[in-house]
């Protein structure tokens, strides 16, 4: 009998990347650009995860959708100027490359559920060397925003995975809940936007503190040994 498919999903900012200031930069400009006053960078972080138009709605709850259409565009417009600077920079968390090359060698299937556009997650993957080491990649422009399943629900589609062998990793709590939702195992990473006690009371079943956890953990939540 052939062993069963693993599947590991990341999150991506706050998660892999840590792009916090690229992203509270960008959307504060583009707040400035349709002349509103710009968010706290504690209320933005607090929104990451979401997909854009929700984050933004959330982040300018007294104005119309139309607006918040504008503000996307600004957002978006903000982010092609940073990210074409030649020191534009985000850092992957540590231990976090070694735990996605480990698994990746280790037979595991790699995925990535995020509520960046598809072209902006792959830029990232890109910029990292990342893009040969995950096999389907879900954003918010082409599934239901976390956290519906429907993200865990396209990755277990393109990959032939079963929801019981499927673990995903993140940072926030609409990522555990998108776990929860889907019926999938969950970790929660401390480095991200939400704090701990969040993150559990969301519905990750473990808590890592470190990118160099990551490994044993999966391998303890799917019951194998590493």
């Known amino acids: 009998?052939?062993?069963?498919?693993?599947?590991?999903?990341?999150?991506?900012?706050?998660?892999?990347?840590?792009?916090q200031?690229?992203?509270?930069?960008?959307?504060?400009?583009?707040?400035?650009?349709?002349?509103?006053?710009?968010?706290?960078?504690?209320?933005?972080?607090?929104t990451v995860g979401l997909s854009l138009i929700e984050g933004i709605a959330r982040l300018a709850p007294d104005h119309p959708h139309e607006t918040h259409e504008l503000l996307v565009d600004g957002y978006r417009s903000s982010f092609k100027e940073v990210k074409a600077q030649p020191d534009h920079h985000e850092a992957v968390y540590p231990g976090v490359q070694n735990a996605i090359t480990r698994l990746d060698e280790g037979g595991y299937l790699l995925g990535v559920a995020t509520g960046k556009s598809q072209v902006g997650l792959r830029e990232?993957?890109?910029?990292?060397?990342?893009?040969?080491m995950f096999m389907t990649l879900q954003t918010a422009d082409i599934n239901p925003?976390?956290?519906?399943?429907?993200?865990?629900?396209?990755?277990?589609?393109?990959?032939?995975a079963e929801i019981e062998n499927t673990?995903?990793?993140?940072?926030?709590?609409?990522d555990m809940e998108m776990a929860v939702n889907a019926?999938?195992?969950a970790i929660g990473v401390s480095w991200g936007y939400h704090g701990k006690e969040e993150l559990l009371e969301a519905g990750a079943h473990i808590?890592?503190?470190?990118?160099?956890?990551?490994?044993?953990?999966?391998?303890?939540?799917?019951?194998?040994?590493?």
């Open 167 to 174: 673990v995903m990793i993140g940072d926030t709590t609409f």
């Open 145 to 160: 925003g976390k956290p519906h399943p429907g993200m865990i629900e396209s990755a277990l589609r393109e990959t032939g």
């Open 207 to 226: 808590i890592v503190d470190h990118g160099n956890e990551l490994l044993h953990q999966v391998t303890v939540l799917l019951g194998e040994k590493e």
């Open 124 to 132: 990232t993957l890109e910029r990292h060397d990342f893009s040969s």
């Open 183 to 185: 019926g999938a195992l």
């Open 1 to 19: 009998m052939t062993a069963p498919l693993k599947l590991v999903i990341f999150d991506c900012d706050g998660t892999i990347v840590d792009s």
């Open 21 to 46: 200031h690229t992203i509270v930069a960008c959307m504060q400009k583009g707040f400035q650009r349709h002349g509103l006053d710009a968010p706290e960078a504690e209320s933005i972080r607090r």
